[in-house]
């Protein structure tokens, strides 16, 4: 009887901790995404981008396509325009890994580095400057053209072998995954895990998050407590 309502115990502490991730990583998509969309003014309309959107069914929202069948993730991003908006550099576009398309045409941008558009792994679609190379080069493409002074790289391919299973650059017991242009990533296969994907079995959840769930509960209700105190005081 103890053991049972030690491992209840357990298993409501990690629904806690996942709850806490998934809320936390909610808001900084929710605090990240907005900032992208209104990086530049200018409408969309009739651009590339706009009848992409309108083609796959998505809504406008500033410089950004939102896919609108998304009930689990409502601000998923699926298209971006950030043409004509004097960008000289691209930095960071982690808070739309989820994009399919991307327009940076009509931008002075010197070069991007292959590693902005690392986890694109459903890009699709880029307009860019014509002097500027495709992420990946034109091997990361199924087809790479000049058209009308920009770049048109279309297509990604999947960097995996042909049978989607173990690759060359994977570990034993691992499985290839196309992670963007030029890009691949390894996740073990079904029944191991660790370092190198080595160990065999089901990962033990609760050994490893439930000492981390059971803190933050702790750390928590003391950081409530305190608080309660400090506001019955004034």
Known sequence: MNMNAVYSWAEIIAIVLLFNVCFSTSYRRTETQPQVCALCGGSVNNTAVDLFCSSSAGRIKGRCCLKNNSISDPERIIGLDLSNCSLTHVDNLQGVSTVVMIDFS???IVNISDTVFEGFGDL???ILP?????????TSWEKVELKEGKRLCE???????QTGHLSVYCP???LCAPYGPGFSECSCAENFYGYKCLRQGDFPALVVFGPLAASTVVMSLLLWVTQR??????
């Not at 500027?132 to 034109?138: D, E, F, H, Y």
């Not at 297509?155 to 072998?161: A, E, H």
């Not at 105190?229 to 004034?234: D, E, G, H, I, Y």
């Open 172 to 174: 034993e017991n691992s």
């Open 124 to 126: 699709n679609f880029m």
């Open 229 to 234: 105190r400090k506001a019955k005081n004034q």
């Open 130 to 138: 014509p002097h500027v190379a495709c992420p990946g080069g034109n």
């Open 106 to 108: 009509i931008n002075p």
């Open 155 to 161: 297509g990604q391919k999947n960097m995996c072998n």
